[in-house]
């Protein structure tokens, strides 16, 4: 069923629109990453203008983010307090990354800075995770007990304690604040909600436990991909809310799904997958920057008509 | 399903001896949100008031899409990677562009006819121009005429117009379903030898209907309202499957 999309200005299979949005709805439950940067590069590949699909997918990230986190909550697996703290730091990040990307973008070439951002960060976090659970995987399998870990370094030293029950954490706000920062930043640099840097960083430089991640992640995705989207809406006039509608139809009733499988898993194994995934993007993205395309030019609408 | 409203306007050139008189199916595209595509039958008569001329006759018919300025850019390799190097501006390219003809378009119509009327798309695209700043501007003419031909945005169809009795031409074009709003220039070329001897003009309008034409409106003037919408619809989306799984389980 072919459906007309008035801002996009292109038909698309209805169906084909569900299914990736269910596809992504079930990784973004899953995972607590928001799918931005598995969804932008499947639009572009159905032929969705650039503009209109990442403004688009935005929207769509607040559905199924929303429709994650309720999940959550009755889970009780939301750190709401950390959600905050991460929050305030992550939109003082984005309008900093708004204002450093416009810097980028009039020296020209923030096409391939973005490129190049995808594959540094999704390479360097997705080897780390996968070693790590790799390891953590071994040890379990050898019966050792994993060490919990109790770092007593500088991260414990900073002032302005707080105590995050739900995470079970009683750390300064300042390290949280900071990860939200420049998650914020890159998040606004690369249009994405910036999950996957969000929730390693969660785990690993935080130190919060891998279930309590995922409903925290999602939280803040919702508030940074809403602004986001009116963002595109009041000065690109980029959101299509007939695309939107039926990317969240699939992307809410995945988003159920996937959070229902995650907390089936272990917390290793759904590291370790998150991190495959990461790297597959990653490998994707290195291959099309290293192999002579077969079409050296490119033809786009010219901006700022 | 095809309307058949027959367009008879004349063309006042009494100097000529043949004239063109048109119909189209339809004069008028709307885009609902089902709209897959439309083809436009075009259809008429070459209408003589003397004996008929010595010479091959032509019917050439063309539809351009309006003009959106685009970026065609070149990538090359620097430091081992793939990256967008220089970039050519082409302003006024039509969105789509179909060329019928009765035969093979250089055996109806000669080289200077072709750039004098523009009709091929190579001498539309280059009367558009480039800039003079690059010197291959060509190179990036041609990637442009290269991708929407693959795109089926531009189409070159020989052979396609069909001519009773040196009398009665009719063609079939196909627009696409991924298409612009706004006037769609129609010509029609009559040659004899190459050499145009009558030609004619008209639009079809093309406009997004309904729905479409709502939500397009309501995004370009209240922008923010449409902004809030689209977030309620995410957020009341988001909680009613949270809501109906959880019934669901139950």
Request: proline share 2%.
């Given at each position: 069923m072919q459906i007309y999309l008035p801002i996009a200005e292109v038909s698309v299979n209805a169906f084909l629109l569900l299914g990736l949005g269910g596809m992504v709805g079930v990784l973004s439950g899953m995972f607590g990453v928001g799918g931005g940067f598995l969804m932008t590069p499947l639009l572009f590949f159905i032929g969705i203008p650039p503009a209109v699909a990442v403004a688009t997918?935005?929207?769509?990230?607040?559905?199924?983010?929303?429709?994650?986190v309720l999940a959550h909550l009755r889970r009780k697996t939301v750190d709401l307090k950390m959600g905050t703290v991460l929050l305030v730091g992550g939109?003082?990040?984005?309008?900093?990354?708004v204002l450093l990307f416009n810097y980028l973008k009039s020296l020209g070439q923030v096409d391939l800075l973005v490129r190049l951002c995808y594959v540094v960060f999704l390479g360097v976090i997705g080897a780390?995770?996968?070693?790590?659970?790799?390891n953590a995987i071994r040890k379990t399998a050898k019966g050792t007990a994993i060490p919990t870990r109790k770092k007593h370094g500088l991260i414990h030293k900073l002032p302005f304690k707080m105590r995050f029950r739900v995470s079970g954490l009683y750390i300064s706000v300042i390290p949280p604040l900071l990860v939200g920062l420049s998650v914020g930043i890159l998040a606004a640099i690369m249009g994405v909600g910036g999950g996957f840097i969000m929730v390693p960083a969660m785990i690993y430089l935080l130190g919060m436990p891998t279930k309590v991640v995922v409903g925290t992640s999602l939280f803040?995705?919702?508030?940074?991909?809403?602004f986001t989207t009116m963002l595109h809406a009041t000065t690109n006039y980029t959101v299509d809310i007939v695309l939107a509608v039926l990317l969240l139809v699939g992307g809410v009733i995945g988003a159920q799904i996937g959070t229902r499988i995650g907390v089936r898993m272990?917390?290793?194994?759904?590291?370790?997958?998150l991190a495959l995934m990461v790297l597959v993007v990653c490998g994707k993205l290195a291959f099309d920057l290293l192999v002579m395309p077969s079409e050296l030019f490119s033809v786009g609408a010219t901006e700022g008509h | 399903m095809l309307r058949w409203l027959a367009l008879l306007i004349l063309v006042a050139l009494p100097a000529w001896a043949e004239e063109v008189v048109l119909g189209l199916s339809q004069?008028?595209?709307?885009?609902?949100t089902s709209f897959n595509g439309s083809e436009i039958l075009i259809f008429?008569?070459?209408?003589?008031?003397?004996?008929?001329p010595e010479g091959e006759l032509g019917v050439i018919v063309t539809i351009a899409g309006p003009p959106e300025p685009v970026t065609v850019r070149r990538k090359e390799r620097r430091f081992g990677i793939w990256v967008n190097t220089e970039a050519v501006e082409i302003d006024g390219a039509p969105s789509y562009y179909a060329v019928?003809?009765?035969a093979p378009l250089d055996e109806v119509l000669g080289i200077r006819e072709n750039l004098e009327h523009r009709v091929s798309v190579t001498s539309k695209l280059n009367a558009v121009g480039a800039p003079d700043t690059v010197l291959d501007a060509s190179a990036y003419v041609a990637a442009l005429i290269r991708i929407n031909t693959a795109a089926e945005t531009f189409q070159l169809l020989e052979d396609q117009v069909v001519v009773d009795e040196d009398t009665l031409f009719r063609t079939r074009i196909r627009l696409p379903a991924a298409l612009t709003e706004g006037a769609y220039g129609t010509r029609i070329f009559l040659t004899r030898d190459g050499e145009v001897v009558a030609n004619y003009e008209t639009t079809i309008d093309v406009r997004k209907v309904g729905l479409e034409r709502w939500l397009f409106t309501l995004s370009r003037e209240n922008p923010f309202w449409y902004g809030l919408m689209s977030l309620a619809i995410a957020i009341a989306a988001g909680w009613t499957a949270s809501a109906a799984f959880s019934v669901l389980r139950n």
């Open positions: 997918e935005a929207n769509q990230i607040v559905a199924s983010s929303f429709s994650g939109l003082i990040g984005a309008a900093l990354g780390l995770m996968f070693v790590e659970s790799l803040q995705i919702i508030f940074v991909t809403a272990k917390a290793e194994q759904l590291r370790i997958l | 004069n008028e595209v709307a885009i609902t008429g008569a070459v209408k003589r008031e003397a004996p008929m019928a003809s009765s």
